[in-house]
Nanobody, 127 residues
């Protein structure tokens, strides 16, 4: 059974940093295309960043140059380093996995875009 468990969220002030982690089990992690997706209160899902099985990385324009995604296949973990956080980054952040990669930005994310999802971790940025 696939399991994705996020951690690292919290309450921070604008300009500060957080690092999110997602530990994966039950699937061949190294083969999967991994993403971070967020959802702010009252809004739809927003794709944040992805990293493919061979390390190709993409970011949403809103987070480029502030966020860094990485993966450690030995630890079956994907990370999201978030710097210079803004109030508009406030959201629940989800880790998601799919076997087939997506070229470029991931648009119109739905639950069915990915094969597996975590339960999320809350990030709140106070201004």
């Amino acid at each position: 059974e696939a399991r994705l468990v996020e951690s690292g969220g919290g309450l921070v002030q604008a300009g500060q940093s957080l690092t999110l982690s997602c530990v994966v089990s039950g699937i061949p992690f190294s083969r999967f295309y991994m993403s971070w997706v967020r959802q702010a209160p009252g809004k739809g899902q927003e794709w944040v960043s992805s990293i493919s099985s061979d390390g190709e990385i993409t970011y949403a324009t809103s987070v480029k140059d502030r966020f860094t995604i990485s993966r450690d296949n030995a630890k079956m973990t994907v990370y999201l380093q978030m710097n210079s956080l803004k109030s508009e980054d406030t959201a629940r952040y989800y880790c998601a996995a799919r076997l087939l990669p997506i070229d470029g930005e991931v648009k119109d994310v739905t639950y069915y875009t990915y094969n597996y999802w975590g339960k999320g971790t809350q990030v709140t940025v106070s201004s």
